[in-house]
């Protein structure tokens, strides 16, 4: 039986320059790897098979590289390069710095967005979407090409411009929050610690 992930390419957004957090967040440790190893394994144990590492130059298992193609213009630079380089139509979205992120939660995403026939779908929470925890179509490319060549490079700019669809997530808000600083960091330790689960 056909995964629900094979038709889905998947992007982990590493860019950035961690200012806040004093170090790059991609390279924090979880479980005894770092952040975007972990994602890497999460995402391959779900079943994707095209996974990328976007912004991030060091290799890690199971992911290729993708680089940016306008620089320095934050996650939708990130999302813009994945989808050119996505081998799918549609690609799932996730920051590294979200590793808690609840597998039930992807797999809620993909079947809402394979239902809904739209370019966008992403999560929300009481009424906060999500963006960087999504699903966007490669169709978007020239409009996401459009919006990097201005001086406003919000990814919210997509939302104004095409047809999204909200996919509900109702389980515990500290698992799907992005980690900025230390203090949010030492948070996230202590609430993996507290979760049933095996080091992958």
Same mark, same amino acid.
């Given at each position: 039986?056909?995964?629900?992930?094979?038709?889905?390419?998947?992007?982990?957004?590493?860019?950035?320059?961690?200012?806040?957090?004093?170090?790059?967040?991609?390279?924090?440790?979880?479980?005894?790897?770092?952040?975007?190893?972990?994602?890497?394994?999460?995402?391959?144990?779900?079943?994707?098979?095209?996974?990328?590492?976007?912004?991030?130059?060091?290799?890690?298992?199971?992911?290729?590289?993708?680089?940016?193609?306008?620089?320095?213009?934050?996650?939708?630079?990130?999302?813009?390069?994945? #989808? *050119?380089?996505?081998?799918?139509?549609?690609?799932?979205?996730? +920051?590294?710095? @979200? /590793?808690?992120?609840?597998?039930?939660? %992807?797999?809620?995403?993909?079947?809402?967005?394979?239902?809904?026939?739209?370019?966008?779908?992403?999560?929300?929470?009481?009424?906060?979407?999500?963006?960087?925890?999504?699903?966007?179509?490669?169709?978007?490319?020239?409009?996401?090409?459009?919006?990097?060549?201005?001086?406003?490079?919000?990814?919210?700019?997509?939302?104004?411009?095409?047809?999204?669809? #909200? *996919?509900?997530?109702?389980?515990?808000?500290?698992?799907?929050? +992005?980690?900025? @600083? /230390?203090?949010?960091?030492?948070?996230? %330790?202590?609430?993996?610690?507290?979760?049933?689960?095996?080091?992958?």
């Amino acid at each position: 039986m056909q995964k629900s992930t094979d038709s889905f390419s998947a992007v982990i957004l590493a860019g950035g320059k961690s200012l806040r957090m004093g170090k790059n967040k991609s390279e924090l440790e979880l479980c005894g790897m770092s952040f975007a190893e972990y994602q890497v394994q999460k995402l391959r144990r779900l079943g994707f098979r095209d996974i990328m590492l976007s912004g991030y130059d060091k290799p890690v298992d199971g992911a290729r590289n993708v680089p940016d193609i306008f620089l320095r213009q934050g996650p939708l630079g990130g999302i813009y390069a994945g #989808l *050119c380089a996505a081998e799918n139509e549609n690609c799932f979205f996730i +920051s590294v710095d @979200t /590793p808690l992120c609840p597998e039930d939660a %992807i797999r809620a995403l993909l079947s809402t967005h394979t239902q809904s026939g739209n370019p966008i779908t992403v999560l929300v929470h009481a009424d906060q979407l999500e963006p960087l925890i999504g699903v966007y179509s490669r169709s978007l490319c020239p409009l996401a090409e459009d919006i990097l060549k201005t001086n406003r490079t919000s990814v919210m700019r997509l939302f104004d411009a095409g047809a999204y669809t #909200l *996919c509900p997530y109702t389980g515990d808000m500290s698992l799907i929050e +992005s980690c900025n @600083t /230390p203090e949010e960091y030492k948070k996230l %330790i202590a609430t993996f610690a507290n979760l049933p689960h095996d080091c992958v």
